[in-house]
C-alpha cells in the first residue's frame, strides 16, 4: 500500500518532464535546416564513411563487450549534422534494437531535441562504448580505448558544428578530464577532431538518464539552458513558451 504514492507520483514527475520540455514549446518551422558540411563534401559520400565504420562495428571483438551484445549499436542520424549528441553506452533497449538512445532515456531525449525545433532526423546521435556493459555499468578504460577510435572517426567524418555530451562519462572522454559534470556543463569547450582542424565546440550537459533519476525543475531547468546556449551558438531560433 505504501508504494502506490511513490508510482503515481512518478508518473506525474515524468509527465510535467515530457511537458517541460514539448507541450508547452511551439518549435519554429521552415527555419532550421542543414547547412552543408563544413568539409564541402556530399552528403552521399559522407553516409559511406559511416556506413564502413558501422560495419567494423559490428565485427568488432576487440574487447569482451564484442562476445556479450545481443547487437552493436553503431549510431545513426544525419550525416551532415550540425549538432552531433554523444552518450556514455548502449542500454538494454539499445543493444535489443541495435539504435542508439531508443528506451525511457531515448524517448526523453527526442523530447528536448524537438523542444529545440528539430527532429531527430537534424541530428547525429552515438555513443563512447557502441556495445551495452553487462548491467549497465560504467564504461571501463580498456573498453573505451578499443571503442573510442570508432567514435573518433565518426566525429572526424561528420564535421559537426557542435558536440552535446551527454552525461558525465562522454564529457570527460570527450575532453580528457576528470572534472564532474557540474564543473563541466553550461560551459562551451573544445574537442580536437585532428591537429590540421580547429577545435569542435563542445557542451557538457546532463545525461537524459539522469534527469529521469533526479527529476528537479532545477535540473529540467539547466539542461534546458545548455541547450538554448547550443542553439543560440548555431544562430537558430530558441523555442518560445506557448501562451497557456
Not at 11 to 34: E, L, S
Not at 39 to 50: Q, Y
Not at 145 to 173: D, H, S, W
Request: proline share 8%; glycine share 8%.
Amino acid at each position: 500500500m505504501e508504494k502506490e504514492p511513490d508510482i503515481n507520483k512518478a508518473i506525474r514527475q515524468h509527465a510535467d518532464m515530457d511537458d517541460f520540455f514539448t507541450g508547452g514549446f511551439a518549435p519554429a518551422v521552415g527555419k532550421n535546416k542543414q547547412k552543408k558540411n563544413k568539409a564541402g563534401r556530399p552528403a552521399d559520400k559522407i553516409k559511406v564513411e559511416l556506413e564502413k565504420i558501422d560495419d567494423e562495428v559490428r565485427r568488432c571483438r576487440k574487447c569482451r563487450l564484442g562476445s556479450l551484445r545481443s547487437n552493436a549499436v553503431p549510431g545513426e542520424g544525419n550525416p551532415n549534422a550540425r549538432i552531433m549528441f554523444v552518450g556514455e553506452a548502449p542500454g538494454a533497449d539499445e543493444d535489443a534494437q541495435g539504435r542508439p538512445f531508443v528506451g525511457r532515456a531515448g524517448q526523453l531525449l527526442d523530447k528536448i531535441i524537438i523542444a529545440c525545433g528539430l527532429k531527430r532526423t537534424d541530428v547525429f546521435i552515438a555513443n563512447i562504448l557502441k556495445c551495452r556493459p553487462p548491467e549497465n555499468r560504467d564504461p571501463r578504460p580498456d573498453e573505451i580505448i578499443n571503442c573510442f577510435p570508432y567514435l573518433q572517426r565518426q566525429i572526424e567524418i561528420i564535421n559537426p558544428e557542435i558536440i552535446v555530451a551527454l552525461g558525465a562519462p562522454a564529457a570527460k572522454t570527450l575532453l580528457n578530464t576528470n572534472k564532474s559534470i557540474g564543473q563541466l556543463r553550461g560551459l562551451f569547450h573544445e574537442y580536437y577532431a585532428g591537429l590540421d582542424r580547429p577545435p569542435i565546440k563542445l557542451m557538457p550537459t546532463y545525461h537524459t538518464a539522469y534527469l529521469l533519476r533526479s527529476y528537479t525543475h532545477e535540473n529540467r531547468e539547466r539542461v534546458w539552458e545548455d541547450m538554448k546556449k547550443v542553439l543560440t551558438e548555431l544562430g537558430l531560433p530558441i523555442p518560445q513558451r506557448a501562451k497557456q
